[in-house]
């Protein structure tokens, strides 16, 4: 019996790409388009902290004492295994946990709760401050 053949994948050509945005003024606001997973190298401390100096009115030294503080009592937190419900973070819960010989690997499972509504449940017609 002969080999059957599989026919080859196509190779992905320009005109399968998804069209470029378009540019100049009549561009659309990409910002509320829902991110790409990326992966990066993420946030250090170092940028943390300058983060966290364009928010606060604190000096550096303290700013950066209570910045390790938090992530250590974070980070104590999740390795004990207790679950973190954090306003503008969303709610961090340990799914799995391994010893490894450079430490504890944890994998965290992230809910972001997104935007709050209004009480009751309900979202509102108008933005605060808005006349109806």
């Known amino acids: 019996m002969p080999a ?4 080859a994948k196509p190779k992905a050509s320009p005109a399968m790409k998804a069209p470029a945005a378009p540019e100049g003024e ?10 790409a997973r990326v992966k990066s190298s993420g946030i250090k401390l170092k940028e943390l902290l300058v983060r966290v100096a364009e928010q606060s009115d ?5 700013q ?7 992530l250590a009592v974070l ?3 999740l390795a004990a295994g207790e679950e973190l419900n954090l306003p503008g973070l969303g709610r961090l819960k340990v799914v799995k946990s391994a010893d490894k ?5 944890l ?6 709760a997104g935007q709050k509504k209004e009480a009751g449940g309900k ?4 933005d605060a401050g808005e006349d109806s």
């Not at 059957?4 to 026919?7: A, E, Q, S, V």
């Not at 950066?64 to 938090?70: D, F, P």
């Not at 010989?101 to 690997?105: E, F, L, N, Q």
């Open 4 to 7: 059957r053949k599989t026919p």
């Open 26 to 35: 009549g561009a659309a606001d990409t910002t509320t388009a829902p991110e």
């Open 58 to 62: 604190a000096p550096k030294k303290t």
């Open 64 to 70: 950066r004492e209570v910045s390790e503080a938090v």
């Open 75 to 77: 980070g104590a937190a």
């Open 101 to 105: 010989t450079g430490g504890a690997v």
């Open 107 to 112: 994998t965290v499972k992230v809910k972001n």
């Open 123 to 126: 979202e509102a017609l108008a």
